[in-house]
């Protein structure tokens, strides 16, 4: 039972276009999310993260939508770089467990071609 | 520099010799935990602990124990591997000290091959 799915595998975009990475999730009792970037040989680093009271949340280039009534959000990434190519995880929590659960989806390969 | 350690990188074993997954962490974090990063499965959540000698179960613990003595060192135990335990290890920790900070910080990784 994936609680947290991200459908698209893999994304491909050019260098200065928009990379839209997207995410579902069936757990109502989520109330936070974040995403993370992995690149090969490293672990996962924060990128950026949104509460469920918030439905846009910016950080330069970085910027997630959450749609609760939906259950969708989406990270945007404008211009998109060469170096953001990655695999990007999304994942929730519940604060009801105080951050101690993260469901995490199976990850989209991104990649910015020059 | 603030890190998270583990040890060792890479390890190729066999069906049920006991071993050891180290983590370490210098950033004086309550919150400890152990992923599984598995081809189309994302990460999943096998151990966590809040603080030193409170320990919980995540989504497949499942052949695995982890014990927390000190703040500083998580490590993971898998007494008796098998082949379906081969995968990506991830230890992460974050601070418990800012509310709704559920940012973690992870390590670099510990690829597992059992044969």
């Known amino acids: 039972d994936q609680q947290v799915k991200q459908n698209s595998p893999s994304l491909s975009v050019q260098e200065g276009r928009i990379s839209i990475l997207n995410c579902d999730y069936t757990?109502?009792?989520?109330?936070?999310f974040l995403w993370y970037k992995k690149y090969p040989a490293e672990g996962p680093t924060f990128l950026i993260s949104i509460s469920s009271i918030k439905d846009k949340n910016e950080d330069g280039r970085f910027t997630v939508f959450l749609n609760k009534s939906a259950k969708h959000l989406s990270l945007h990434i404008v211009p998109s770089q060469p170096g953001d190519s990655a695999v990007y995880f999304c994942a929730a929590s519940e604060e009801e467990t105080s951050g101690s659960r993260l469901t995490f989806g199976e990850g989209t390969q991104l990649t910015v071609n020059p | 520099e603030a890190q998270v350690t583990q040890n060792p990188r890479y390890l190729i074993t066999v069906t049920g010799k006991k071993l050891t997954v180290t983590c370490s962490q210098n950033m004086n974090h309550e919150y400890m935990s152990w992923y599984r990063q598995d081809p189309g499965l994302g990460l999943r959540q096998i151990y966590y602990?809040?603080?030193?000698?409170?320990?919980d179960k995540g989504d497949v613990p499942e052949g695995y124990k982890v014990s927390r003595k000190e703040k500083r060192n998580f490590p993971l135990i898998l007494e008796s591997p098998s082949p379906n335990q081969t995968s990506l290890y991830f230890c992460?920790?974050?601070?418990?000290?800012?509310?709704?900070?559920?940012?973690?910080?992870f390590g670099p990784g510990t690829r597992l091959t059992v044969t």
């Open positions: 602990s809040m603080n030193v000698e409170v320990t």
């Open positions: 992460a920790t974050r601070t418990r000290a800012v509310p709704r900070s559920y940012e973690q910080y």
């Open positions: 757990n109502s009792m989520f109330d936070y």
